[in-house]
């Protein structure tokens, strides 16, 4: 098991995972166990919620977020995002630069932002992604490896054989209840999901950055004014409850970046990904599905949390 798999602890009782010899699976000492799949992750959903489609995104959401991330829509999100990271990291070091990405969807911006940040830091990065996503952490791996940074056999491949400075995998994993151990990670990132308060700071080393990537108030303005009759623009800043002194915020800023979009599948993809998809009705739905091209404004709101030291 490479080392960077020790990170992860059993989702039903904390203890350490140790790989069972010729088993296939990981196995606490309380006997719980986790399939190693072939895919080259390990399902770390609690059993009984291992096909968890309520709180994971469809596959067909999954496929069209790949299709509009993979053509680089949104790759500023990835430089800003380690940019601000590596200008809090520590210098330069041999030991992996641990990040952990909570909601990851299909691992585009856990690879990416891990390899950014590899070049910026000048060390190893390994990152972890978790979701609630079987489909999802599925789409990550293999992202993962073809990009080199998940070996075929990635949960048997010892650490020497890894060629890629990156290394990265996406878990099936519930981040309200992450499978990873106390304060073993230098970083975690939240893009577009949920945010976990409590259990980033847990899993975070003192000092260490939770940055969190949330729509901004003017976030793709133009595609809300087609499909609404009325747009409200409304500020939405992601905060832990008023007493939590776990985490401390260090910055909070906007970033904004054009996407041009020249298709209806791309249109349609970028749809799929937003909120809106759930609450548009009809004559929305048709005014947008009757665009064949639509330049609109992305807008990000990054927030920058430093863990208790
Ligand atoms: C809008 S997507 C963002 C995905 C990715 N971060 C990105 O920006 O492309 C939100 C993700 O959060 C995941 N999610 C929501 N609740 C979750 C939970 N309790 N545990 C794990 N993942 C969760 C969903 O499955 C979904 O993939
Ligand atoms: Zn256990």
């Avoid at 995002?81 to 585009?108: C, M, Q, V």
């Avoid at 070049?119 to 490896?145: H, I, N």
């Avoid at 929305?284 to 609109?296: F, I, N, P, Q, T």
Wanted: charged share 20%; hydrophobic share 45%; with cysteine.
């Amino acid at each position: 098991m490479p080392d960077f798999l020790e990170a992860v602890r059993c989702p039903l009782c904390g203890g350490a995972l140790t790989a069972v010899p010729g088993g296939g699976c990981l196995r606490c000492a309380s006997g719980h166990s986790y399939d190693l799949a072939r895919a080259g992750y390990v399902n770390l959903l609690p059993p009984g919620k291992k096909n968890n489609a309520k709180t994971g995104d469809e596959r067909d959401m999954i496929r069209a977020r790949s299709e509009f991330l993979r053509r680089g829509f949104y790759d500023p999100i990835d430089e800003t995002l380690a940019s601000a990271l590596a200008d809090h990291a520590a210098g330069e070091t041999e030991k992996p630069f641990r990040i952990a990405d909570l909601g990851a969807g299909e691992g585009y911006h856990t690879c990416r932002t891990a390899a950014i940040l590899a070049q910026k830091l000048g060390c190893p990065v390994d990152a972890l992604g978790f979701d609630a996503s079987k489909a999802g952490a599925e789409a990550g791996c293999r992202l993962a490896k073809s990009l080199g940074f998940l070996e075929k056999d990635g949960l048997a491949a010892p650490p020497e054989q890894w060629t890629s400075p990156v290394r990265a995998a996406v878990l099936p994993g519930n981040i309200f209840r992450l499978p990873l151990a106390d304060h073993g990670m230098d970083a975690a990132m939240s893009l577009f999901a949920p945010v976990p308060w409590e259990e980033a700071a847990r899993i975070l080393t003192p000092g260490g950055i939770l940055a969190v990537v949330s729509a901004g108030r003017e976030h793709l303005v133009k595609m809300r004014a087609i499909l609404y009759d009325e747009v409200r623009l409304t500020d939405f800043h992601p905060a832990p409850p008023e007493d939590f002194d776990k985490l401390t915020l260090l910055s909070r800023r906007t970033v904004s970046f054009p996407v041009t979009l020249s298709s209806q599948a791309q249109i349609a993809a970028l749809f799929m990904m937003t909120p809106f998809y759930h609450r548009t009705g009809d004559a929305g739905r048709e005014r947008l599905g009757a665009l064949e091209s639509l330049a609109v404004t992305a807008q990000i709101e990054l927030s920058l949390w430093e863990a208790a030291v």
